[in-house]
């Protein structure tokens, strides 16, 4: 059945007229750049070459949103959260459009976006006439701009041939961050093909190369007509520095657009306050360059955060910025950007500088009245008529959110995965991890190592020991997936060396992070990898004849971890070599956090053993070697580690597509392995420091 079958067009809810502005007001947001004639971009010479400058006025506004915000630094994160997620007026939104529209993969961005395509004409002349388009998504994980936009297309422009592409920080190069990266994969596995992660494959757009690479990739399908970012950075640390902290990130997202963009285009990118330097002088260049410019908050974009878009219209082509391009590169990605201002303040006019400090003034007035709204509302949270009236507004924003952007279902056949990420439920491997008040955080960096012992361990009780459902709670997790007739193909991924392990797909995030935590501390790394503190052999034989043991070393840091993985490849491959058809392998301490170890296992499993086993004791079982002829596949990995190690500048990170080993009974095996691996670890470190702290 397709989804249009029982649609039915809801009417519009008109509200009475206590609530008349306040509908208005939410969903009117906006501001509009005025041209002037006389406005001018700066000679040459003088991009970047002064130091950072401040606006008295911009100063101001930014000290009075400061204070507001750090009425907040003592309230817990989690009930702050829930008390403004209960107010938010736009809180049904999603609610009522997945009972109505069931649209695809949707989310709170999938709906901003949305009102961005619907409040302005971000659809080019040319696309609509010439039925083609290609759009360009920055910084876009996990998908719902992409997801929205053919939402869209489908109800308004359904004759237009669309193509995509997207760019992210990697979600599978486990030397990316993960306060900086979304991990949520459930469109981008999908549609892997459309996503673009540069030259050295981590998907840093900072990195002027690989922005080079997503361009060009972008520019083969077509005319780019249309160039969304979104990014952000984790600024919970440093709730106080927020445009500061994410303004290099905005700067290389702008540059690449403007020079992925054709004639006539759009650009939409995510800003957060406009009070300083940088974000000054990049809405001077982008009003040089579009014949229009919008700064807009959408309804359902949170109400007490900074966060707004600016809707760039009608590109006036990137001709005009080519001779400016050597001194754009040049702070591209680099210290340069930070340490001076793109232009000069004497050379931004007066009455630009007035239009910025209007538009400040204006998004900055709004989220301070929310912010005091928000906290009366938590000290008086007996008033049963306050909650009322917001009961009565959120019913009223979702009916007209459906009424004024004439939503409506599309058929599964219109979708970009056809009806697939309706049916797929994936466990939540990284549930939100802070906890506390912003001013508890600031306290842990300041508290003597006994003090952070006792914070871990309570942690490791409570979040982790807790938990059992994560966890391998039998001495051995038998899997069989021996298959030596399946033909297993080898897919080479390359990319840059991983110096550490940073993040993975497949862990349980809170147990990872508290590992990491741990070794945080030089004092804590000390006693851990002192000769005291060796891992112990495991001499269980699980009631198994085990025909050889090989213990792997601990990873301790004193060297690049893609040098001990490659490292432990090779002892695992010297072993099997030893063994004879039918013997057992028992391996110790293998780590299985990156797609490389992991692809290696899936190959050994699938190809050479009867049976693997995981064990709740940081060992895995290899029984029954039944094809030793299989081994030809780890040496072809072998050979190309090899080959890539005389290059120096890039390593292999996996030898198998990720479709292949991130799904499946055989994924779910090695969550748990993990999540127990880690669990271990961390209970063993923690036990260790005990004695010393």
């Known amino acids: 059945m397709f989804k249009n079958d029982s649609y039915m067009c809801p009417q519009r809810f008109f509200s009475n007229d206590d609530f008349q502005d306040e509908l208005n007001n939410l969903f009117n947001k906006k501001f509009q750049f005025r041209f002037h004639n006389d406005w001018k971009l700066p000679e040459k010479e003088s991009w970047f070459s002064t130091p950072p400058w401040k606006v008295k006025q911009l100063e101001i506004l930014k000290n009075r949103l400061n204070f507001h915000k750090s009425q907040l630094n003592d309230f817990n994160i989690e009930e702050w959260s829930s008390h403004t997620r209960r107010r938010n007026p736009a809180g049904e939104v999603c609610w009522r459009l997945r009972c109505l529209i069931n649209p695809e993969f949707l989310t709170q961005a999938w709906t901003k976006f949305y009102e961005c395509a619907c409040t302005y004409r971000i659809i080019p002349a040319e696309a609509t006439l010439e039925r083609k388009m290609v759009s360009l998504h920055l910084c876009e994980a996990p998908g719902a701009f992409i997801t929205s936009l053919n939402h869209y297309l489908k109800l308004n422009h359904q004759n237009i041939d669309w193509k995509w592409v997207a760019n992210t920080l990697n979600p599978y190069y486990e030397g990316n961050s993960p306060s900086n990266m979304i991990s949520d994969d459930r469109f981008m596995f999908h549609t892997l093909n459309n996503w673009d992660f540069g030259v050295d494959n981590t998907g840093n757009l900072m990195d002027w190369e690989n922005s080079q690479a997503i361009i060009r990739k972008a520019k083969s399908l077509g005319k780019v007509l249309l160039v969304t970012a979104d990014g952000s950075i984790d600024c919970l640390q440093k709730p106080d520095a927020q445009e500061e902290v994410t303004s290099p990130l905005h700067y290389c997202e702008i540059i690449t657009a403007l020079q992925a963009l054709s004639t006539d285009g759009t650009l939409i990118f995510k800003l957060f306050t406009l009070f300083e330097h940088s974000t000054v002088s990049l809405l001077y260049l982008v009003n040089h360059l579009f014949s229009e410019v919008n700064i807009y908050k959408p309804v359902t974009s949170r109400q007490g955060n900074s966060e707004v878009y600016a809707i760039c219209l009608k590109y006036k082509g990137s001709a005009s910025l080519e001779e400016f391009l050597p001194t754009l590169k040049s702070a591209y990605g680099s210290e340069q950007y930070g340490n001076l201002a793109l232009f000069p303040l004497e050379a931004i006019p007066e009455t630009f500088l007035k239009q910025i400090e209007e538009c400040a003034c204006y998004f900055c007035s709004i989220q301070c009245q929310v912010i005091n709204n928000n906290i009366q509302a938590y000290l008086m949270q007996k008033n049963i008529a306050l909650h009322s009236d917001i009961k009565k507004i959120r019913g009223i924003v979702a009916s007209e959110f459906i009424w004024q952007y004439d939503l409506k279902p599309i058929d599964y056949e219109q979708e970009i995965m056809k009806g697939a990420l309706h049916e797929e439920n994936k466990i939540n491997m990284n549930p939100r991890y802070h906890r506390g008040s912003y001013t508890e ?219 292949t080993t991130n799904v499946g009974d055989f994924y779910n095996s090695i969550i748990f392995y993990n999540n127990t691996f880690y669990r271990n670890k961390c209970l063993e470190y923690l036990t260790k420091i005990e004695k010393f702290v």
């Not at 009780?461 to 038998?478: F, T």
């Not at 995030?509 to 590992?515: A, E, G, H, S, T």
């Not at 490659?566 to 057992?584: A, F, N, V, Y």
């Not at 190309?640 to 290059?647: A, G, N, P, R």
Request: glycine share 2%; net charge neutral; hydrophobic share 40%.
């Open 441 to 659: 955080r600031q306290l842990y960096t300041k508290m003597s190592l006994r003090e952070k012992l006792n914070n871990l361990n309570s942690f490791l009780q409570a979040e982790v020991l807790s938990n059992p459902m994560i966890l391998i709670n039998e001495p051995v997790k038998w899997m069989y997936f021996y298959n030596e007739y399946t033909e297993l193909k080898l897919h080479f991924t390359y990319g840059c060396p991983l110096e550490k392990i940073n993040s993975s797909k497949f862990i349980f995030v809170p147990i990872f992070k508290l590992y990491q935590q741990i070794l945080a501390e030089e004092e804590f790394k000390e006693i851990i990898f002192s000769k005291d503190g060796k891992s112990i052999d495991n001499n269980r034989d699980y009631g198994l004849e085990i025909n050889m043991r090989l213990l792997l070393p601990d990873f301790e840091h004193s060297e690049s971890y893609h040098v001990f993985e490659k490292r432990c490849l090779k002892m695992l491959l010297q072993s099997m070599q030893k063994l004879s058809q039918g013997q057992t392998l028992l391996v110790q301490n293998i780590n299985m956090a990156t797609h490389f170890n992991v692809s290696v296992i899936y190959i050994i499993t699938k190809k050479c053993f009867e049976k693997i086993g995981f064990t709740s004791e940081n060992t895995i079982i290899l029984k029954n070697l039944k094809n030793k002829s299989a081994l030809n596949y780890l040496e072809l990995v072998d050979a190309e580690c090899d080959k890539m190690k005389i290059d120096g500048t890039k390593d292999v990170l996996n030898s198998l597509k990720v479709q």
